[in-house]
């Protein structure tokens, strides 16, 4: 168990409403992961941060925006939600072991849908 | 990006037979991950293995960098091994491209 907690665990909203998905993890990792899930496209990296204030771009960014004013929180926000962000995020931290090995753990998921 | 492709897309076993599942990537990598996300959406890492084999239990992988390929074995399934396996690759800037998945069906 890697303590990644996401809330909330599923949101409808409507089309135009801004919305905030948040990850809370327990162990001090210094990497965190944002990616969303969708039918035939596999997971996709929205953003990630590379410690607190630091952050960057995945392949998926348009339409989001991240934030990481502490270790343990990641916060995902889409300012004006879309009906194409229907889907899965999931959050997840990569774990350092020995060398150069870096695995990626995820949070169990948030189910959003716009209408 | 890179380009990941799984074979087969979907499988159906009988409880209790092997099966090999495959992971193609189309550039060198620094980081090969296989995960399964279980009928409850839940994803979880099985291996870290961007060369040579591991072994965990019933499962199995071996990549083979040079030829851009890994393999997941898994021996005498059982029905909780049922789910999506993802293969997905990084060369270590932070970004995995996750593969679409097999989808494995474990009949009693």
């Known amino acids: 168990d890697a303590g990644i907690t996401q809330s909330p665990r599923h949101k409808v909203t409507e089309t135009g409403t801004p919305v905030t998905l948040r990850c809370h993890q327990t162990?001090?990792?210094?990497?965190m992961y944002w990616y969303r899930q969708d039918p035939g496209h596999g997971l996709r990296l929205i953003h990630y941060?590379?410690?607190?204030?630091?952050?960057d771009k995945g392949e998926v960014s348009d339409g989001y925006s991240v934030s990481r004013s502490k270790t343990e929180d990641f916060l995902l926000t889409l300012e004006s939600a879309t009906s194409s962000q229907t889907s899965v995020y999931f959050c997840?931290?990569?774990?350092?072991?020995?060398?150069?090995?870096?695995?990626?753990?995820f949070g169990n998921g948030t189910r959003l849908t716009v209408t | 990006g890179i380009q990941v492709e799984q074979s087969p897309p979907d499988l159906i076993l009988q409880e209790g037979a092997n099966s090999t599942l495959r992971c193609n990537f189309s550039?060198?990598?620094?980081?090969l991950q296989w995960f399964h996300q279980n009928p409850w959406g839940q994803l979880i890492n099985l291996f870290y293995?961007?060369?040579g084999t591991k072994q965990n239990g019933r499962l199995s992988a071996t990549t083979v960098a040079t030829e851009r390929y890994s393999l997941l074995y898994i021996s005498s399934s059982q029905t909780t091994d049922s789910g999506v396996y993802f293969c997905?690759?990084?060369?270590?800037?932070?970004?995995?491209?996750f593969g679409t998945g097999t989808r494995l069906t474990v009949i009693p």
């Open positions: 997840a931290i990569s774990e350092y072991g020995t060398g150069h090995q870096r695995s990626l753990h």
């Open positions: 162990e001090n990792h210094r990497y």
């Open positions: 941060s590379y410690g607190v204030k630091d952050t």
């Open positions: 550039d060198s990598v620094n980081n």
């Open positions: 293995i961007p060369s």
């Open positions: 997905a690759v990084d060369r270590g800037a932070n970004n995995l491209f």
